[in-house]
Nanobody, 121 residues
Framework: QVELVESGGGSVQAGGSLRLSCEIT????????MAWFRQTPGRERQRVAN????????HYADSVRGRFTISVDSAEKTVYLQMDSLKPEDTGVYYC??????????????WGHGTQVTVSA
């Protein structure tokens, strides 16, 4: 079974940067759509970015476009989320998720356990 492991969370001041990592076990992302979600108390879960392993196409939520970058390493086993110009409203638990290319949009079957990102004003 696919397992996702996130790392890289932490606490930063507004304007700072963090890079999150998500390793997929036992395979590459070629046949998957990879995504980063975040969850903050009082807000609904938000998909902040995704990447299509087949084509490399990337999409971003309006709230992070221009500040966050999703990418994959040369081995196609680790997905990154580079977060720049962080704002307090970016605070939350960030989850890596994956779905097979053949599944409907938002049908993410595989999830990491999350990594906390805290941005102080």
């Amino acid at each position: 079974q696919v397992e996702l492991v996130e790392s890289g969370g932490g606490s930063v001041q507004a304007g700072g940067s963090l890079r999150l990592s998500c390793e997929i076990t036992g395979r590459t992302i070629r046949n998957y759509v990879m995504a980063w979600f975040r969850q903050t108390p009082g807000r609904e879960r938000q998909r902040v970015a995704n990447l299509y392993g087949s084509s490399g196409s990337r999409h971003y939520a309006d709230s992070v476009r221009g500040r966050f970058t999703i990418s994959v390493d040369s081995a196609e086993k680790t997905v990154y989320l580079q977060m720049d110009s962080l704002k307090p409203e970016d605070t939350g638990v960030y989850y890596c998720a994956a779905r097979r290319l053949s599944t409907p949009a938002d049908a993410y079957s595989f999830w990491g356990h999350g990594t906390q990102v805290t941005v102080s004003a």
